[in-house]
């Protein structure tokens, strides 16, 4: 059975500042992953996925992120954080032949602050 | 808005009444998954439909709990008899076909709160 940590329930940040959000999975088989973002009031959208091929991962928006197979790990970053960045940030993963099955972190709450 | 709606977006029962929430995927859209978020977790799945049949149940509860997905209309998700660990935001996602490579479409979700 796969599950998925993010020890970081808060991150504040000022803005303009780096940010990183952490994220440790287990699973004894092969995995997408993902991290999904929501902003206040709305559903959840996909902001990024690793499926294969090249382990960093870009959103349109300035976030990357890095699968790291040895340290299970597929943390999301951005060098510089606006105020709009302010959202739940959910990590996720998923078996391949079952990719609508997504195992969800418990989420980060980024708080980017003037 | 095309996206995915659900309703109602707040909701209160008492314990043993039913709850029943309504999800309409976006347009083109004929697969639609529940997943349920108690508070301070992260979201689960339950369960997956296509149209008028159910093709995954796997993390739906045993008793009590129940999903359609009709031929007209939205998808509901019925929970009879709540209780209050029922308490939760229970969101539907959509996707155009079943490949979706992980990516959904999620709605805002339903706040179920049970006295």
């Known amino acids: 059975a796969q599950s998925v940590t993010q020890l970081d329930s808060q991150v504040p940040v000022f803005e303009e500042a780096p940010v990183e959000l952490r994220c440790n999975y287990s699973?004894?088989?092969?995995?997408?992953l993902f991290w999904y973002v929501q902003y206040p009031n709305q559903g959840l959208q996909l902001l990024l996925k690793?499926?294969?091929?090249?382990?960093l991962v870009e959103s349109i928006n300035g976030f990357e992120a890095e699968f790291n197979k040895s340290q299970t790990s597929f943390h999301l970053r951005k060098p510089s954080v606006h105020i709009s960045d302010t959202a739940e940030y959910f990590c996720?993963?998923?078996?391949?032949?079952?990719?609508?099955?997504?195992?969800f972190g418990s989420g980060t709450r980024l708080l980017v602050r003037p | 808005n095309a996206g995915v709606m659900q309703n109602p977006r707040h909701l209160v029962r008492r314990r043993g009444q039913e709850a029943r929430l309504r999800c309409s995927p976006m347009?083109?859209?004929?697969?639609v998954y529940w997943y349920r978020q108690l508070p301070e977790e992260g979201l689960k799945f339950m369960v997956y439909?296509?149209?008028?049949?159910?093709?995954?149940e796997s993390g739906m509860p045993k008793e009590r709990f129940s999903a359609e997905f009709p031929k007209e209309g939205p998808s509901i998700l019925r929970i009879q008899q709540v209780v209050r660990g029922d308490s939760a935001a229970y969101f539907c996602?959509?996707?155009?076909?079943?490949?979706?490579?992980?990516?959904?479409?999620f709605g805002e979700g339903s706040r179920l709160t049970v006295l």
């Open positions: 690793y499926l294969s091929g090249s382990t």
């Open positions: 347009k083109g859209h004929s697969h």
């Open positions: 996720a993963v998923s078996e391949m032949d079952s990719s609508y099955k997504l195992i």
């Open positions: 439909l296509q149209k008028e049949n159910i093709i995954d």
């Open positions: 699973s004894s088989v092969s995995v997408y």
């Open positions: 996602a959509s996707s155009r076909t079943s490949e979706t490579t992980g990516e959904l479409f």
